[in-house]
């Protein structure tokens, strides 16, 4: 791992801000070194404390799987998504899974998603809220240490305040009903360390004196309740031995008017971090976990069991934000409400229904009407970054339906850019044209291959064009890194694709950048920065004024 790489970047831009989202407040539980105090900070949602520890301990620690994914998730709280790309990947290969839906789902986090479900309302913030159940024409959740419930028709929290017999020291971590609304089970406790599950239920003199569930490990705690009362089974998190790490998924069977021994819901699903807030919406189960490759810090999953050998676990990446979303209720229509930690506040937002979806399709093929791979379709406008891979010729997405006609721009190394308009529900077809062989009359320039690997041509087709500048192929437009040398990088990538992207991203507002190749699934896009620290320091306070996600790579970390 290029440890180094990412030292100065953070240390300019890491702020230290102790704030907490209130649901996993638990004591240290972890060792003195810097990795352990950056876990505990991670798991208190301190994503830039943990940030700066992590980043200490990467210069003396050996890290593990579990340590990139983290400072990974971390990173990208703090929209520092290029650097997060490649502790992600050290997390897939350390972790065996450059292959198969984890390697999905940093894939997917990292797309430019057309989809995204638009922020409609806020409904309430707070300084601390606690899960989120849509129950009739309500939501509940515990609103600094009482249950409450919104009115999200007006955005109103009214007297909805359930009175409940409790001790004035105690407070509540969740509630879900059951029974038609009779009938509840509340988390509660003194603080959410100790807190437990009790059933209350409700008559015309209101709701009874609460009676605790009793399972067999009672010094852990137990928070945000969901009843599935189709199945009469409850779900929740507990903290309880025994279990993968941190706060794991449970549930407990109602039969005869009690509730079973608690089951865990297995590795498949529990990681070595926290799942809290599971909910049941037909056949998928969500739920919020900080132990999967996120968007940043805690993020929504949907969760399938297909059979006893299969199951689908998403990332609601549409939902997700670098925000913390702890929550989630799906409501009769479709639209969604999110419980979002930001800044010390908790939000209840709502996210409005989608757009309905127009298919598009079509065929890419080159000048003798062979399929054509390694293309890429620009979706609309350049600026919005949206694009697809062409795949043996063939292109696929979806566009939200409008009155504006779509188009897309196809490019391909070594063929004309070709700009297409498109019919909804009409497959299309790209006719590319072979770009003109260059005759060499003259070099005008050869830079040495400490500079680039670029050469200028005059051109004898066009004498009003006699020098142009060739834009990088994978055999002459990419660098091999020399060890003496700093270097100031602005991105990184996994293929020669994705690298030459950035790179003519950044290319018109940064002078001498080159693509280097690492090793043989790592670009990264940059520029010399000199041979000491002095040089490569002033190069990155000038790069940083352009592109605020840059670090530098320092001899020895090549």
Not at 118 to 131: A, D, F, I, K, M
Not at 449 to 477: F, M, N, W
Not at 493 to 522: C, G, P, T
């Amino acid at each position: 791992m290029r440890r180094a790489a990412v030292f100065l970047l953070l240390i300019l831009s890491i702020q230290l801000v102790f704030g907490q989202h209130p649901n996993l407040n638990r004591p240290q539980t972890y060792g003195n070194d810097l990795l352990s105090s950056a876990h505990h900070q991670y798991n208190r949602s301190n994503y830039d404390s943990s940030n700066a520890l992590f980043l200490k301990a990467l210069e003396s620690q050996e890290f593990q799987a579990l340590d990139f994914l983290c400072f990974a998730n971390g990173l990208m709280h703090r929209s520092k998504s290029s650097l997060a790309r490649e502790f992600f990947q050290e997390y897939l290969r350390l972790s065996g899974n450059e292959y198969g839906p984890i390697a999905d789902m940093v894939s997917a986090i990292y797309r430019k998603d057309t989809m995204r479900v638009p922020l409609s309302r806020v409904l309430s913030s707070t300084e601390n809220w606690y899960g989120l159940i849509h129950h009739k024409a309500s939501i509940y959740g515990s609103k600094q240490g009482h249950i409450l419930g919104l009115d999200f028709a007006c955005g109103s929290t009214g007297d909805e305040r359930l009175m409940l017999a409790a001790g004035p020291s105690l407070k509540h971590y969740g509630i879900s009903f059951f029974n038609d609304g009779f009938s509840a089970v509340i988390a509660m406790g003194v603080s959410g360390d100790n807190s437990q599950l009790y059933v209350i239920h409700r008559s015309s003199e209101g709701w009874s004196d609460p009676k605790v569930i009793k399972f067999k490990k009672t010094e852990a705690s137990y928070i945000t309740p969901y009843f599935d009362e189709e199945n009469s089974i409850l779900y929740f998190a507990s903290n309880a031995s025994g279990g993968h790490g941190g706060y794991d998924l449970y549930l407990s069977y109602l039969v005869k008017g009690k509730f079973q021994e608690a089951i865990n819901l297995g590795s498949n699903l529990n990681t070595a971090k926290d799942e809290i807030s599971p909910n049941i919406r037909g056949e998928w189960l969500r739920f919020s976990s900080n132990g999967y490759p996120t968007k940043g810090g805690f993020d929504l999953y949907r969760y399938k069991v297909i059979d006893d050998f299969n199951y689908v676990l998403f990332n609601e990446r549409r939902l997700n934000t670098a925000e913390d979303e702890l929550a989630i209720a799906v409501l009769q229509n479709d639209s969604y409400l999110v419980n979002r930690y930001s800044d010390g506040l908790s939000y209840v937002v709502e996210l409005s229904t989608p757009q309905p979806l127009t298919n598009y399709s079509g065929l890419v093929l080159d000048e003798r009407k062979r399929p054509l791979s390694a293309a890429i379709a620009l979706i609309g406008d350049h600026t919005q970054g949206q694009y697809v891979k062409v795949r043996n010729g063939n292109i696929s997405f979806q566009l939200p339906k409008t009155n504006e006609a779509a188009y897309i721009t196809v490019m391909a190394e070594g063929f004309e850019d070709q700009k297409l308009s498109l019919e909804a529900g009409v497959s299309f077809v790209v006719n590319m044209k072979a770009l003109k062989s260059l005759e060499i009359v003259k070099v005008i320039d050869q830079r040495s291959p400490r500079d680039s690997l670029e050469t200028i041509y005059s051109l004898e087709q066009d004498e009003s064009d006699s020098v142009a500048h060739r834009k990088p192929s994978l055999k002459e437009g990419v660098l091999a890194p020399e060890q003496g040398q700093f270097y100031v990088i602005v991105g990184s990538a996994r293929n020669y694709e994705d690298a030459y992207r950035s790179w003519s991203r950044w290319n018109k507002e940064l002078d001498q950048l080159h693509i280097y190749q690492f090793n043989a699934q790592l670009f990264r896009i940059g520029f010399e920065a000199g041979s000491n620290e002095l040089e490569a320091l002033n190069h990155l306070r000038n790069t940083l004024k352009v592109q605020s996600d840059a670090w530098i790579i320092r001899p020895g970390t090549l």
